[in-house]
């Protein structure tokens, strides 16, 4: 027991190991020097106390996607309209506050109308997903690409359209909302505790969910074989649908962070990537709800850090994104290895 | 093309499906198979036809040893098997299903092909488009296509895996028609069925198995039918000395069928009257796929019926979804443990913790873990509460399923409740099973051990290609008469 820890710590350990590998490959294939661009990595994500608090600006959103997409991983969903999910999230926030925001209303209820709105702005788009699944035969992998192309056409329109700045239109988004209704921030930095307090609680109640409900027993079930699951008394086509819908109102709360947090008005780039980056956590994580903190976290330092290689080594910041995708490559790799491995050792005990 | 099978065995884990089979097919002979399901028939044509290997024995064609190392090379050798399921590209036209799988060059030649087609037709009285797509068709039609595209293909010997399933009697006549015309150019017909009465119409030779063995042949003298009783005979072996039985049979009706019709892709069952009383076992017998399958997903609201009622507890359930039948104390049992009846990579007490019903929002732990215990302990499951389902054998996964149904029930409906079970599983689940009867529950069983099926019901409905039979005291029948009547014989008179 004890030693199969050991040899599935070892494996892991292998896989970042072989990632950090190609990386390096790569860095010096570009003429780079690996430990100069990883050393700038660090210092632009864990150097300073303000660059510290980038890096959480980015754990944010990155955390509560990943917390709505291990509900879906878990009913055996691969929710890739998480992204589309994010925008109409924000669109929805968007759309409150422009609403409200010259009304009488107090700032503190215009921000929690505009947050919630999020949140079912979001569970709305990811629930066609859902029912384009469950009542059209349509694969949700396919029926999100779609979607998320309907989602970002959809806030260029609004940009250039109905929401316009006076005067110019621009990919820079819409007319800043005002003051009073923008998510406080901590001293200097872009940093909201509002945000952060959010984005942990989600985690912990996705936890909760996942381990102690029956909820989150039945979306297992639902994920892991639902023929049986039916068998046994599970509604399933509702718990998938719910699945769908608890992921979007998750991914639309991390759009409603980006805007009343971070951009406060409505951007082209609303979602950041932030939804495929946080299908790559859920798939790195495997399910277990534990380790979604830590390695969001990493992957947003990443993100963070990455920002230093174009200004001071004139490299492409994508740099990150390719540490990121081999590290996912090489951790589902090394795991089917491992399962391989394990096997073989089983059979000849 | 003549076929030698000698010294054929194949072992599926420990499971010997073929044990030492020795056969001789003279060129252009129709040949028939029969056996009941899991006899090894279809193991012992999947080794002729490439898709198996023997793990010892050899064939000869024409004499020669040849090695079939794949179905491609044993349509070279000119071997070509038909299967149960036409194996086609529904989505396809007929001409590209053709030319899929003919060698040649790198563009096919449609408008030869399409010639072929017609010459083929012409010399069989088919009548196929090639222009049409293969989903259009139906199985009989696909049928002759698959005939077709084999012949084209150059096979000189004919394995058909049940071919008569699912087609009208109108093709089933043109198929045999087909078939006798074969011996005239050399081509040997090798014919796999569990059907008595189609097998005596078409076959010239008859070969027997049972449990992986070659039991018997038998050759027809010229216009003379076969000993039917002998095959029956050699099919099922011997007539089953019976246990002293119980029957827990009570007055009140637990499930009650009107005139009630369901149908699957193959079959259509019609216009069944039946009722269940709470306590009665119930066995259904049939070859796989006759009917019985569908009846039984019918009666727990699975399978939508397509006319008639369905009651169950006196209360009118048609058309109603499977929950809402639960909700009456209808449970399903599914032979497919792993498949649909439990959930691989959730623990025993995790299982219980589902089917049970929830109280609150969050789980009790300790509750569920001593729940585990004391279910693993009345069943004699080997496993702990945290053992993932999968890693349980099969007699300990079907002892799960059990423990897993909820008390009180009206009605139990199992899909072989004790297939590939060790002889101390099988009482141990009829020992539960006989208890839940004593509770009041009714019993539902489909299972093609007919021993099982004599021993354990009270009454029994017989399956023959979607047509179900009066019920059948146990007691006053026996298992020849129902492998006549399975094999789709003495219909006639089906209560004597």
Same mark, same amino acid.
């Given at each position: 027991m004890k030693n199969t820890r050991f040899v599935n710590f070892g494996f892991q350990i292998l896989a970042v190991v072989l990632a950090l590998i190609v990386t390096t490959l790569i860095l010096a294939a570009v003429g780079a020097n690996p430990w100069d661009a990883y050393k700038n990595i660090y210092a632009g994500s864990f150097g300073s106390f303000e660059k510290f608090t980038d890096v959480l600006v980015a754990w944010i959103p990155l955390l509560i996607t990943v917390a709505g997409l291990l509900v879906t991983f878990s009913a055996g969903l691969w929710n890739i309209g998480v992204e589309g999910q994010i925008i109409m999230g924000a669109i929805a926030t968007t759309w409150i506050v422009r609403l409200l925001q010259d009304t009488t209303t107090p700032p503190a209820l215009i921000i929690t109308l505009a947050i919630l709105a999020g949140m079912i702005g979001g569970a709305l788009w990811a629930s066609l997903a859902g029912a384009l699944k469950t009542f059209g035969g349509v694969n949700e992998i396919f029926g999100g690409l779609g979607l998320n192309f309907v989602a970002t056409a959809s806030t260029i329109w609004l940009i250039f359209g109905p929401w316009k700045r006076p005067g110019v239109a621009s990919i820079a988004g819409t007319e800043s909302f005002n003051e009073s209704v923008w998510l406080p921030t901590m001293g200097d930095t872009r940093l909201s505790l509002w945000a952060l307090g959010l984005a942990i609680l989600s985690i912990v109640i996705v936890y909760f969910l996942l381990q102690g409900t029956y909820i989150g027993l039945r979306l297992k079930a639902v994920g892991k074989n639902p023929k049986a699951a039916y068998l046994l008394g599970v509604p399933t086509w509702q718990y998938s649908m719910m699945a769908f819908m608890l992921c979007g109102a998750f991914a639309g709360l991390a759009g409603a962070m980006q805007v009343m947090a971070v951009y406060h008005r409505l951007i082209g780039s609303i979602s950041s990537g932030y939804g495929f980056l946080g299908l790559l956590v859920a798939m790195l994580v495997n399910y277990q709800v534990i380790w979604a903190a830590p390695v969001a976290l990493f992957f947003a330092a990443l993100n963070i850090g990455g920002i230093q290689l174009p200004i001071i080594l004139k490299l492409d910041s994508s740099i990150t994104g390719i540490l990121q995708g081999t590290l996912v490559l090489f951790v589902l790799m090394v795991e089917g290895v491992r399962q391989k491995f394990m096997k073989r050792v089983g059979e000849k005990q | 093309m003549k076929v030698e099978l000698r010294g054929i065995h194949k072992y599926f884990g420990k499971n010997h499906a073929n044990d030492d089979i020795n056969l001789t097919i003279p060129s252009g002979t129709i040949q028939g198979i029969l056996g009941e399901n899991g006899a090894g028939k279809s193991t012992l044509m999947k080794i002729l036809s490439g898709y198996f290997h023997a793990d010892e024995g050899e064939i000869l064609l024409d004499g020669k040893p040849v090695r079939i190392a794949?179905?491609?090379?044993?349509? %070279?050798?000119?071997?070509?098997?038909?299967?149960?399921?036409?194996?086609?590209?529904?989505?396809?036209?007929?001409?590209d299903n053709f030319l899929l799988r003919a060698s040649g060059d790198f563009f096919p030649n449609r408008k030869h092909a399409a010639q072929d087609i017609n010459l083929l037709m012409k010399e069989f009285g088919f009548s196929i488009d090639p222009e049409t797509y293969v989903d259009s068709l139906t199985v009989g039609e696909r049928q002759q296509l698959? $005939?077709?595209? *084999?012949?084209? *293909?150059?096979?000189?010997?004919?394995?058909?895996?049940?071919?008569?399933?699912? $087609?009208?009697?109108?093709?089933?006549?043109?198929? +045999?028609? &087909?078939?006798k015309k074969f011996p005239e150019q050399a081509i040997t017909v090798i +014919?796999?069925?569990?059907?008595?009465?189609?097998?005596?119409?078409?076959?010239?030779?008859?070969?027997?198995?049972?449990?992986?063995?070659?039991?018997?042949?038998?050759?027809?003298? %010229?216009?003379?039918?076969?000993?039917?009783?002998?095959?029956?005979?050699?099919?099922?072996?011997?007539?089953? #000395?019976?246990? #002293?039985?119980q029957t827990h049979s009570q007055e009140r009706s637990v499930l009650r069928l009107e005139n009630a019709s369901m149908e699957d892709a193959r079959l259509k069952i019609r216009d069944v009257n039946f009722e269940a009383r709470a306590g009665e076992v119930i066995g259904l017998a049939g070859m796989e796929g006759s009917g019985q399958g569908t009846f039984l997903r019918a009666c727990a609201g699975l399978i939508r019926t397509v006319g008639g009622k369905v009651q169950i507890n006196e209360k009118d359930l048609t058309g109603k979804s499977y929950?809402?039948?639960?909700?009456?104390?209808?449970?399903?049992?599914?032979?497919?443990?792993?498949?649909?009846?439990?959930?691989?990579?959730?623990?025993?007490?995790?299982?219980?913790?589902?089917?049970?019903?929830?109280?609150?929002? +969050?789980?009790?732990?300790?509750?569920g873990v001593k729940l585990a215990q004391e279910r693993i302990a009345s069943f004699n499951i080997k496993g702990?509460?945290?053992?993932?389902?999968?890693?349980?054998?099969?007699?300990?996964?079907?002892?799960?399923?059990?423990?897993?149904?909820? &008390?009180?029930?009206?009605?139990?409906?199992?899909?072989? #409740?004790?297939?590939?079970?060790? $002889?101390?599983?099988? $009482?141990?689940i009829w020992g539960k099973l006989k208890e839940r009867c004593r509770q009041g529950s009714a019993i539902l069983f489909m299972s093609s051990d007919l021993d099982e099926v004599l021993q354990y019901s009270d009454r029994i409905l017989v399956f023959f290609n979607g047509k179900v039979s009066q019920p059948l005291d146990a007691e006053k029948t026996s298992v020849a008469k129902l492998g006549e009547m399975i094999g789709g014989r003495g219909w006639d008179n089906p209560t004597a």
């Open positions: - | 794949s179905p491609a090379a044993a349509l %070279q050798a000119g071997v070509g098997m038909l299967h149960q399921d036409p194996l086609d590209f529904p989505p396809m036209r007929v001409i698959e $005939i077709m595209r *084999l012949l084209f *293909l150059g096979a000189r010997v004919f394995i058909l895996d049940e071919p008569t399933t699912g $087609i009208s009697a109108a093709q089933k006549a043109k198929l +045999f028609e &087909t078939l +014919f796999v069925s569990h059907k008595l009465e189609d097998v005596e119409k078409l076959c010239d030779r008859v070969a027997v198995l049972r449990q992986g063995k070659l039991i018997g042949e038998m050759g027809r003298e %010229q216009g003379k039918p076969f000993d039917d009783k002998g095959l029956v005979k050699m099919m099922f072996g011997k007539e089953a #000395p019976l246990a #002293p039985r929950h809402v039948f639960k909700n009456q104390g209808v449970e399903f049992l599914p032979a497919a443990r792993l498949e649909e009846g439990l959930v691989p990579g959730l623990s025993l007490t995790e299982h219980f913790q589902l089917a049970e019903k929830s109280e609150g929002l +969050f789980i009790n732990q300790e509750r702990t509460p945290v053992s993932a389902v999968e890693s349980l054998s099969g007699g300990n996964q079907q002892r799960a399923l059990l423990s897993l149904l909820r &008390t009180p029930l009206s009605l139990v409906l199992i899909e072989h #409740p004790t297939r590939g079970l060790d $002889i101390e599983s099988v $009482i141990y």
